[in-house]
């Protein structure tokens, strides 16, 4: 790349605006329409995906806990894509292409890093195209003013972002699972437990956005948008995002980590823990913007605990550290391992090997979560160690976590995007896991019920918020009671999406999300 190119930051949008004018593909930029073109002919060009079996075990992270409670003929259930068509598009001007050359009412559904937890997008419907992204791979850095700024494709993954954005010394409030799509996750208002409350959510760091319309249009979107905001919390019910470009924070804002692992042995010890580990989060740890904490319990019983402390923490990290370590002695609970990582990019990276061996045939997964605006009070502390953790179906499903995670700070004072994620101060995620080829249906049947019961009793608690975003909820769980002002955070941002969704998609093209219970 020449060198001026390497400090423009408008140059990646710029070359991909020139390509779409040569190819004749749709442009919007500030609200003027260009020709689209865009017909059967395109669709016949842009690469097709024949083996939908294969394409849906390689593509598909997980099946939804709900789904495998369906039971065909003799237990099984579904392993593969209903859509008529799969396409890997590897332009902006291919994906309009394909819209355009589509009628206007084909359901079109995106694939980025194959995590939606209902599988909606993979599974879609036999009058649906499923446009999976993996190609649109590029990541790239330029520089501005303010700093350094890196344009991610939309089939990019974390590990590919996290390993580039390591080379340039920088750090990103990114999810924890390697394979998690970027755009996946900002798109519906992803947040990292153990970065956000210094850098935000991803979504919030973004500056621009290119996408596609159901009309077929490409659009460069800025905070100036109105479409800009709501696409970085409700995006995947908007329209297809091919790339986003976002604001890099320096590698020092995330100074150490601390890690500890306990063992235990019975539930009454990893409940004592957490009441304990909860109290210290709540005295030590909220009223200090400095550091995040993150208990997590696992159904191969360890508790792990994490402390991240930012650039602003002038304490001293054992003042943190060492109550943690007391608790678990006086619960005569074995320490397993000590860590202590001095860059973001090792705490970014640490859960990688462990979700890689989350494997099963299918694997199978429940995802929900609950959360507090406040800093949670006593009777919401009790309630996340004395039901969540004692019910969860840990044993059961022994992949299973309880995620127990401070929020708040740089979430709770940047932009307000549509996610409930930048509202909450604390936040609990339960995702229940197993190997389903060693459950029966009765078993997967029972898991369920247990995670439904726990989802259930939540909402009766006082100041507890259940399933406030797109990522850490079950969108086909049959619960009709999901609020869009919950998922999206307020009435005023759910009434804002609601209206974009009929301007902007009017035929619900895109209906393979995590929202389509409330748009
Ligand atoms: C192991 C694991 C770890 C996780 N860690 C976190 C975490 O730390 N924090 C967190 O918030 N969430 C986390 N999640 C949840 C995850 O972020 C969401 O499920 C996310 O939406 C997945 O994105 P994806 O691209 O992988 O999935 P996909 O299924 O490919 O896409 C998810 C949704 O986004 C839509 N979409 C994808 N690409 C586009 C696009 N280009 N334009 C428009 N819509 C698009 C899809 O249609 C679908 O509706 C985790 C999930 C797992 C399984």
């Given amino acids: 790349m020449p060198e001026e190119q390497k400090h423009d930051p408008d140059f990646t949008r710029r070359s991909a605006l020139k390509k779409a004018a040569a190819t004749g593909a749709g442009l919007v930029v500030g609200g003027a329409v260009a020709a689209v073109a865009g017909d059967d002919q395109t669709n016949g060009i842009v690469e097709r995906v024949e083996a939908k079996e294969e394409w849906f075990a390689e593509r598909a992270f997980s099946l939804s806990g709900n789904k495998v409670l369906v039971s065909k003929s003799g237990g099984s259930f579904p392993r593969t894509t209903l859509a008529s068509q799969i396409y890997r598009p590897r332009s902006a001007q291919e994906i309009a292409s394909l819209v355009k050359g589509s009628s206007a009412t084909t359901p ?65 409030p990114v999810g924890t699972g390697p394979g998690v799509g970027v755009v996946g996750y900002i798109v519906n208002g992803g947040l990292s437990g153990y970065f956000s409350r210094r850098l935000g959510l991803l979504g919030q760091r973004v500056v621009s956005a290119t996408m596609v319309t159901a009309a077929g249009e490409i659009r460069v979107l800025t905070s100036k948008d109105e479409l800009f905001t709501a696409m970085m919390g409700a995006g995947s019910a908007l329209g297809i995002v091919t790339d986003v470009t976002i604001r890099v924070a320096p590698e020092q804002a995330i100074r150490r980590t601390e890690q500890r692992v306990f063992a235990f042995t019975t539930r009454e010890q990893a409940i004592a823990f957490c009441r304990g580990g909860l109290r210290i989060m709540k005295n030590d740890v909220f009223p200090a913007d400095s550091v995040s904490f993150e208990l997590v319990v696992t159904g191969t019983k360890a508790l792990v605990a994490t402390l991240v402390f930012f650039d602003a923490f002038e304490g001293n990290d054992a003042d943190l550290v060492k109550p943690l370590e007391d608790l ?16 973001w990019y090792e705490a970014a990276a640490a859960l990688w090997p462990v979700i890689n061996e989350m494997k099963g045939d299918p694997l199978v997964m429940l995802q929900h979560s609950v959360g507090t605006r406040e800093v949670p009070d006593e009777q919401i502390l009790d309630f996340v160690s004395d039901t969540i953790v004692a019910d969860a179906p840990l044993d059961e499903a022994q992949m299973s976590i309880v995620e127990i995670r401070t929020l708040g700070g740089a979430a709770l004072t940047g932009t307000k995007v549509p996610s409930g994620n930048c509202y909450h101060q604390f936040f609990v995620d339960l995702v229940a896991m197993y190997d389903a080829k060693d459950k029966t249906l009765a078993e ?51 009434e804002a999406v609601r209206g974009l969704k009929k301007e902007f998609d009017p035929n619900n093209r895109f209906r393979f999300h995590p929202f389509a219970k409330i748009l």
Avoid: Y
């Fill in 108 to 172: 079109i559904a995106c694939v980025c890093g194959g995590h939606e937890a209902s599988n909606a997008p993979i599974f879609a419907s036999t009058d649906a195209i499923v446009l999976d992204l993996m190609h649109l791979n590029s990541i790239e850095f330029q520089r501005d003013d303010k700093g350094l700024l890196v344009t991610v494709g939309a089939g990019v993954v974390f590990r590919e972002l996290v390993e580039a954005v390591k080379k340039q010394h920088g750090a990103l």
């Fill in 444 to 494: 997967r049947q029972s898991i369920a019920n247990d995670v439904q019961g726990i989802v259930e009793k939540a909402k009766t608690v006082d100041g507890l918020v259940v399933d406030f975003s797109g990522t850490h909820s079950q969108p086909d769980d049959r619960d009709p009671a999901v609020k869009a002002s919950v998922i999206f955070g307020s009435d005023e941002m759910a």
């Fill in 328 to 343: 678990a002695a006086n619960l005569e609970l074995p320490l397993l391992a000590e860590s202590q990582w001095s860059s």
